[in-house]
């Protein structure tokens, strides 16, 4: 009796959930039309994830960085949540664009579900808007500069460009203020703009129903089964599938983060997530007065084309063989977006080929972007490297303190070093080697995990930044360079390609070790840097210095 | 009529199709929430290491007086590190032996900082008048608990408080 009453008084809930569960659908629905589902599933994933790292992270440009080591190391299952939300922000791109594809193949744009469709547009910008707001937020090098790639792009329009640069950047420059407001539309507006999208959507389709595979619209309709059960397990099976893949992936592979974002870094080639190579490729094809074409004009037409694409193409059949021209135009759109995909994920590796040229290592595949500084620090622990790397100790004999490795070395070397520290240290050509660490036999990866994560260990009071760019030093500084090495009897102790006395450190490849600051530094004050260094303190002046770094800096 | 059948909903295919739907699902929201729920609650299981913190020299203090001792002190809270200030009612003893007690100002009802009153002899929180006698006990008010005392060392003449015990 009191169940009776409690099943009325519940009705307005149960009622509308029983129709939803008993809707009727066509003949030929079935695994097609899974997509939309998992997409939600992916975002109530992206929803979820993404409340619980805003708990720890801080949309500050200072600590935003140090927010993600936090996260990744410390937070019981960070790295995991990290991971997920970043592999899940890929599932989201993949699902939507075949989600489009099975729609626009089965026509099931046509009329009466034109405005199913224009959501379904807006809702794919919205989640590029959230793929390009949400890479800035961890603030390391690819975060800073593809983020500025991106924001370059917005200021390609004529007249508006510069101020809509300064919209996006809020300033001029980049900096917290681009942080902040683009955690805001990460985490607020998109949003609230996402999942009110989503529910018209998904009114939307449940108004009209699921298309009828191939039949128009007027035709009648056999509806052959119900949502309940079998379409509900299907789409749960897909979604547990998408789930168990992302779990996969994050736990397994982890979500990359590189090295704090530097802005005054020269090497770095930023390159976005895969997901804009194609919007990514043609900015690389259209150059100079050209670029805008690339920029704005045909991503432009491409998305207004597919927004008004039910307006447009009014042909009222879904059969394939009755609408030939508007699928031959698909298929070659398709074809068009994963070749410019494909074709960006090749080019642009000049980042790598320009890290590793003339590094002390350059067979391996020493080098990428793609370095975690959180894995390098769990590795780091790990080892107990501190046990002898320790800072207070450091001298003679001692193994260096690491505390301002970031100042002091180069990415690739060190990465080289790590993983083969008697094949990088010698004292002479083919003699035993004198590097007392042991060979942790690291992986490219790992060594590579490692360095970047010893270049966040920085001193920036003791090595302020030099007022000077030795890459812009031309051939006479280095000439000049060259002629002191010898004037101040530099020889006496260092070997330089087996010339000089090998007292001191071999000078060989130092232009690959050693970052030119720290070499301006450590010829202003020799015993600061290094105390009790045998090396002289020739009290130089600026001048000398500069040339001097501007030659040993060719030294690789 | 229908009873039989429903009996056997488990082995039906509707039945096996619902049980493999609400699978599919629960394992959904698990592999969410186990990890989601650990890491809310990871602040929960971390336990903060009280460090000694400095007070200075103890001839610094009038003995046998109630009186504020402030610190400055650096606070590490996850990813950053702050200079703080702080302060504890302390009561030091000379003698061959000096020795120091330490009261937290924090206020065992609602966390408001207490004062000394040397003039009545009483700790008085200004929030709601709570107030505790010279050695932190209740005298009257709504505090349900006496004022903290903090683990005290001295070493070399210098005193050390330990705010997190």
Request: charged content about 15%; glycine content about 8%; overall charge neutral.
């Amino acid at each position: 009796m009191f169940k009776h009453d409690l099943q009325q008084s519940f009705a307005p809930v149960t009622e509308p959930i029983k129709t939803f569960l008993n809707e009727p659908l066509p003949k030929g629905v079935g695994w097609a039309n899974t997509l939309g589902s998992a997409l939600l599933a992916t975002i109530v994933i992206q929803v979820v994830t993404g409340m619980l790292l805003a708990i720890y992270y801080s949309p500050n440009a200072e600590v935003a960085y140090e927010s993600i080591l936090y996260i990744e190391n410390h937070v019981l299952f960070g790295r995991a949540i990290r991971g997920v939300h970043h592999y899940a922000a890929s599932a989201m791109v993949i699902l939507i664009f075949l989600h489009m594809l099975r729609t626009f193949f089965w026509g099931a744009y046509k009329h009466p579900r034109e405005m199913t469709w224009v959501l379904g547009v807006v809702l794919f910008l919205v989640v590029l808007g959230f793929a390009f707001t949400g890479y800035l937020l961890p603030w390391d090098m690819k975060a800073y500069f593809a983020t500025k790639v991106g924001i370059h792009v917005g200021g390609v329009m004529p007249v508006l460009g510069k101020y809509i640069i300064q919209l996006m950047q809020g300033g001029s420059e980049m900096s917290t203020l681009t942080l902040s407001r683009f955690f805001a539309l990460h985490i607020i507006v998109l949003p609230l703009v996402l999942i009110l999208i989503v529910i018209g959507h998904i009114y939307f389709v449940r108004f009209h129903g699921p298309t009828p595979p191939g039949k128009r619209e007027e035709e009648l309709v056999k509806y052959s089964h119900r949502f309940f059960p079998v379409q509900l397990l299907k789409d749960s099976t897909v979604a547990f599938l998408a789930v168990v893949i992302l779990l996969f992936l994050a736990v397994y592979y982890g979500a990359p983060l590189e090295a704090k974002a530097d802005p005054t870094d020269t090497e770095y080639v930023p390159r976005p997530d895969w997901y804009f190579y194609a919007l990514f490729q043609l900015l690389k094809i259209f150059e100079g007065p050209l670029e805008i074409i690339g920029a704005v004009i045909i991503p432009g037409a491409f998305f207004t084309i597919l927004l008004l694409l039910p307006f447009i193409d009014r042909n009222p059949a879904r059969a394939f063989a009755k609408r030939p021209v508007v699928l031959s135009l698909g298929v070659a759109c398709t074809i068009g977006i994963l070749a410019l995909t494909t074709w960006g994920s090749y080019s642009g590796n000049r980042a790598k080929d320009g890290l590793v040229a003339g590094g002390a290592v350059s067979d391996s595949a020493m080098v990428s972007a793609q370095y975690d500084p959180a894995r390098g620090e769990t590795l780091f622990v790990g080892l107990e490297c501190a046990g002898c790397h320790d800072a207070a100790s450091a001298g003679d004999n001692i193994p260096p303190g690491l505390e301002f490795s970031g100042n002091k070395y180069k990415l690739a070397w060190l990465a080289g070093y790590l993983q083969h520290p008697h094949r990088v240290r010698w004292l002479k050509r083919n003699e035993r080697p004198v590097a007392k660490m042991p060979n942790f036999d690291l992986t490219p990866q790992q060594a590579g995990d490692m360095a970047s994560f010893l270049l966040t260990l920085r001193l920036d009071k003791k090595f302020p930044e030099v007022d000077f760019d030795f890459a812009e030093a031309d051939s006479d500084m280095v000439i000049s360079g060259k002629t002191l090495f010898g004037d101040y009897g530099c020889d006496g102790c260092h070997t330089i390609a087996g010339q000089g006395d090998a007292i001191g450190p071999e000078l060989t490849r130092v232009g690959a070790k050693l970052q030119d600051d720290y070499l301006y530094h450590l010829f202003k004050n020799p015993q600061s840097i290094i105390p009790g260094t045998v090396m002289k303190d020739a009290r130089l002046d600026d001048i000398d210095v500069e040339d001097l770094v501007a030659y040993l800096r060719t030294l690789k | 009529m229908s009873n039989p059948i429903e009996m056997n909903e488990l082995t039906s295919r509707r039945g096996f199709f619902k049980i493999l739907i609400v699978l599919f699902n629960g394992l959904i929201a698990a592999a969410l929430a186990v990890p989601g729920l650990g890491y809310l609650l990871t602040p929960v299981f971390r336990k903060d290491s009280g460090a000694w913190i400095s007070l200075g020299a103890i001839e610094k203090f009038r003995a046998n007086t109630l009186q504020k001792a402030t610190f400055t002190y650096v606070s590490e809270a996850g990813y950053t590190r702050a200079e703080k200030n702080g302060f504890v009612w302390l009561k030091t003893s000379a003698g061959d032996s000096p020795d120091a007690i330490a009261f937290s100002p924090v206020c065992s009802h609602t966390g408001c900082n207490v004062n000394w009153h040397a003039s009545r002899n009483a700790f008085i929180c200004p929030c709601h008048n709570g107030t505790y006698d010279a050695d932190g006990n209740v005298v009257s008010g709504p505090p349900p608990r006496p004022l903290q005392k903090l683990p005290v060392k001295i070493e070399n003449d210098q005193i050390f408080v330990q705010l997190v015990a």
